[in-house]
């Protein structure tokens, strides 16, 4: 499987940006995707995620702000961000797994991981 994450940048704060993932491969083995972000300094954490079937898992800081979707053609994850904040800078990472439990695993992290893009937020 494949991950191709694209659409970070530098914005101001207050801002909005779409980040999207396009899963390529094998991608039978792929049940959930989502997406996690490592600040400079911080240990990796989950952003939004896919539960299973179409119920949606968002980290408590980003939640109302950020909106995750997909589309199932395209085998491609979208995270809509609005209200952007400087916290909110990172490098984001898409991920994918076959665990239809991944938002409520805490170990292992995600089997697959995309390249990451960089988010900066200034204020």
């Known amino acids: 499987v494949q991950l191709q994450a694209s659409g970070g940048g530098s914005v101001q704060a207050g801002d909005s940006l779409r980040l999207s993932c396009a899963a390529s491969?094998?991608?039978?083995?792929?049940?959930?995707m989502g997406w996690y972000r490592q600040a400079p300094g911080k240990q990796r954490e989950l952003v939004a995620v896919?539960?299973?079937?179409?119920?949606?898992k968002y980290a408590d800081s980003v939640r109302g702000r950020f909106t995750i979707s997909r589309d199932n053609a395209k085998n491609t994850v979208y995270l809509q961000m609005n209200s952007l904040k400087p916290e909110d800078t990172a490098v984001y990472y898409c991920?994918?797994?076959?665990?239809?439990?991944?938002?409520?695993?805490?170990?292992?992290?995600?089997?697959?991981w995309g390249q990451g893009t960089e988010v900066t937020v200034s204020s």
């Open positions: 896919f539960t299973s079937g179409s119920s949606t």
């Open positions: 491969g094998s991608i039978f083995s792929i049940n959930v």
């Open positions: 991920a994918a797994d076959g665990d239809p439990q991944l938002a409520t695993r805490k170990v292992p992290p995600p089997y697959y």
